[in-house]
């Protein structure tokens, strides 16, 4: 079976399909490739398995549009929406509080980290399978990012259904990871694409 397929509207229903059926798909965004999964408990502990994860090591969601955090996350705090309407669709998770019906292996505590990619056909993706997908980069655990399809491919071979391929990908950083308290308070937890100094310029500060 070709694993490898071009990112398309043609290739969508087998990439759904094997989501459904809790199968990993690897796809682009603007950082780097990333390898997907429903938010299921069973399809999540395929993902650990897969990339080596340690279980008490938490695994971001991607969502299709800013407006379906509530999806995922619950009292956001108001810098936190600064934020957002400043970098999203863009580079920079947001670790915030989470609703209390996400799968209990999803995250590591009473938090989630959560963004939008800047990446037109994979939001789409993203949305047609129910605005959320659980989404870590598509590479063994402390292994280097993949950077293409086929880097993925090669470090995760046929433990994943399909890799979509969309070319080299288009930032090559990951994401800044940052959380928000609910009193407005910043810290970065990982650096990214997106410096410090712009995130505190966006919340005023």
Request: contains cysteine; glycine residues 8%.
């Amino acid at each position: 079976m070709t694993r490898i397929l071009p990112l398309n509207i043609r290739t969508a229903p087998l990439v759904y399909t094997a989501l459904r059926r809790g199968e990993l798909i690897v796809l682009p965004t603007d950082t780097v490739y990333g390898v997907a999964a429903l938010l299921d408990e069973a399809a999540l502990a395929r993902l650990y398995a897969v990339k080596g994860r340690p279980e008490d090591r938490p695994i971001p969601v991607l969502l299709s549009d800013p407006g379906r955090i509530e999806q995922v996350c619950t009292g956001v705090p108001e810098a936190a929406h600064r934020l957002i309407q400043a970098f999203w669709p863009g580079p920079l998770t947001l670790v915030l509080p989470r609703v209390s019906d996400l799968p209990s292996n999803l995250t590591a505590g009473p938090t989630v980290g959560v963004r939008v990619p800047d990446h037109d056909l994979t939001r789409a993706i993203i949305r047609a399978a129910g605005g959320a997908l659980a989404v870590t980069s598509a590479n063994l655990s402390d292994s280097p990012p993949a950077l293409t399809a086929q880097d993925a491919f090669a470090q995760l071979g046929a433990a994943v259904a399909y890799y979509l391929d969309d070319g080299p990908a288009a930032g090559g950083t990951p994401s800044t990871v940052a959380a928000v308290d609910t009193s407005g308070g910043l810290r970065i937890l990982r650096q990214g694409a997106i410096a410090a100094a712009d995130l505190q310029a966006a919340l005023g500060s």
